[in-house]
């Protein structure tokens, strides 16, 4: 039984001793509404969140790995012709940098806290668009140091459904019901682009098949 009390003991010790990973959090266009689903509209914009708990230095990547990196964009705010200023946030310390790479079959971005300055909260932000219909994965690795791989510590997989803005004013609303009413009752679509993307299933036809599947975005907004 003390064996038992000894070794549960050592684990909470060594437990409470490795610092939490940071997480990535997913949020709406404006950064601040939480998404609540993953399926999302191609064109929606999103805004990914690296927070940590912890003030200690580190850094890590967010990226794009095939066969994900044609269905969405990933960007970083203010170039200033070396780091993305604007993607650092002031909770990641003195110092801190985000840079953009790309490799065969990867494009991503490699983050880096600050050595001093660094405090818990939200350090990093980067902006994810939708671009193609289907499924994508971003994943978040941290940097294993000196030369170790890297380690997975976090990942999102969205879903892109075709778009219901089909007026790209960035809110599904009536204007694209509009857009969808011109096509009612097609029933030789060749290809959605023919009809503004009204043939949600592409089953040929644009009817109340189509219409339900619109009205699952109403007032949806993807800017």
Not at 33 to 39: F, G, H, N
Not at 91 to 118: C, I, K, M, N
Not at 153 to 180: C, G, K, W
Request: charged fraction near 20%; proline fraction near 4%.
């Amino acid at each position: 039984m003390m064996k038992r009390v000894l070794l549960l003991a050592l684990c909470m010790l060594v437990n409470a001793s490795v610092p939490a990973a940071p997480n990535m959090n997913v949020f709406r266009a404006d950064g601040e509404t939480p998404l609540e689903y993953q399926e999302i509209m191609v064109g929606t914009q999103l805004t990914l969140v690296i927070s940590n708990d912890n003030a200690d230095y580190w850094s890590g990547s967010v990226a794009l790995y095939d066969p994900n990196i044609p269905m969405a964009d990933i960007t970083g705010r203010e170039y200033n012709g070396f780091s993305y200023d604007g993607s650092c946030l002031p909770a990641s310390g003195f110092g801190s940098a985000v840079y953009d790479w790309t490799e065969q079959g990867v494009r991503g971005f490699d983050l880096y806290a600050g050595y001093t300055g660094v405090t818990a909260g939200d350090w990093f932000v980067l902006d994810y668009k939708a671009v193609q219909v289907g499924e994508c994965t971003v994943q978040m690795h941290e940097h294993n140091m000196p030369d170790g791989p890297a380690i997975l510590i976090d990942e999102q997989t969205f879903i892109h459904v075709p778009t219901r803005d089909f007026n790209a004013d960035s809110v599904v609303d009536y204007s694209d019901l509009v857009v969808m009413s011109r096509y009612w009752g097609q029933t030789d679509v060749a290809d959605p682009s023919d009809v503004k993307g009204a043939d949600l299933n592409e089953d040929g036809a644009v009817d109340m098949n189509d219409l339900l599947l619109f009205s699952c975005y109403w007032l949806e907004k993807t800017g």
